[in-house]
């Protein structure tokens, strides 16, 4: 490479800190590099065959990430979340354009804070106990990876493909994040707990601890109504996160 050519890059914080990373990993460390959007991330955009399987945004974050010697498949789904935000911010500025309830709004994407980790997770392991308070079965439980995500959204394809009316997102997705059940870490009494014995309470009450645990971004904004009523809104990613050019 000529050594006249250079390129910017910015140190992005990770919501986990890197605690739930081996100590080894690059991630430990708790922050990623990345660099700026250049004429080829722009080719990713565009590019239909990433487009048709649906992989466009990980091919990009995968370009512009600098930091080396880690597998994008471990990243922690809060921690790429932060990444993504990120590279929009690096790429096209801090200001995204959303259209709700027919009203352009304009969001500031550099106020989207890191969520407060949680003080039950220790350095290096991405393991947690839960009693679930109804039937005082104690699971353990992960958290999802890029990898878990990909495995969860193919599964549920699959599923698709066999029955168009399949609607078990849910279970199919605490089929990956528990990885045990009153001592026993089998994949198959792990599905068969999940699918016949976790009462609806248990599985909610999991769920909202994962979801308080888990390191994140907050993606929200604040949408105020012509009567000065408030509504948390999630932040909605489409093609012009990326390509804000697009929009009409």
């Known amino acids: ?21 081996p100590k080894d990993s690059p991630l430990a460390s708790g922050t990623i590099e990345m660099k700026y ?14 487009m048709r399987k649906g992989i466009v945004l990980d091919k990009l974050m995968q370009s512009l990430i600098v930091t080396e010697n880690f ?4 990243l922690l789904i809060g921690d790429k979340n932060a990444i993504m935000i990120a590279a929009r911010v690096l790429s096209y500025g801090k ?32 393991e947690f106990e839960f009693k679930l308070p109804k039937t005082d079965n104690l699971v353990k439980f992960k958290l999802l990876t890029h990898k878990d995500q990909k495995n969860i959204d193919s599964e549920l394809a699959g599923l698709k493909k066999l029955n168009k009316d399949d609607s078990s ?19 198959k009494d792990i599905r068969e707990f999940v699918d016949k014995y ?35 809104v999630d932040l909605p990613i489409g093609l012009d ?4 050019d697009t929009r009409t």
């Open 1 to 21: 490479m000529n050594p006249n050519f250079k390129i910017p890059t910015e140190t992005v914080e990770l919501p986990s800190k890197g605690l739930l990373y």
């Open 95 to 126: 200001d995204y354009t959303v259209n709700y309830l027919g009203e352009d709004i304009v969001v500031d994407l550099s106020k989207f804070d890191n969520k407060e980790i949680d003080p039950i997770i220790e350095e290096g392991k991405n």
């Open 37 to 50: 959007m250049t004429a080829k991330e722009e080719d990713i955009l565009s590019n239909t065959n990433y």
């Open 241 to 244: 996160f990326f390509w804000p």
């Open 71 to 74: 597998d994008y498949n471990n």
């Open 198 to 232: 976790l009462l609806a309470s248990d599985a909610r009450a999991l769920r909202s601890f994962y979801a308080k645990i888990q390191p994140d971004v907050n993606m929200t904004f604040t949408y105020t109504d012509e009567e000065g009523g408030e509504e948390e």
């Open 169 to 187: 997102g849910s279970t199919t997705r605490l089929k990956y994040l528990i990885t045990g059940v009153n001592g026993t870490t089998e994949q």
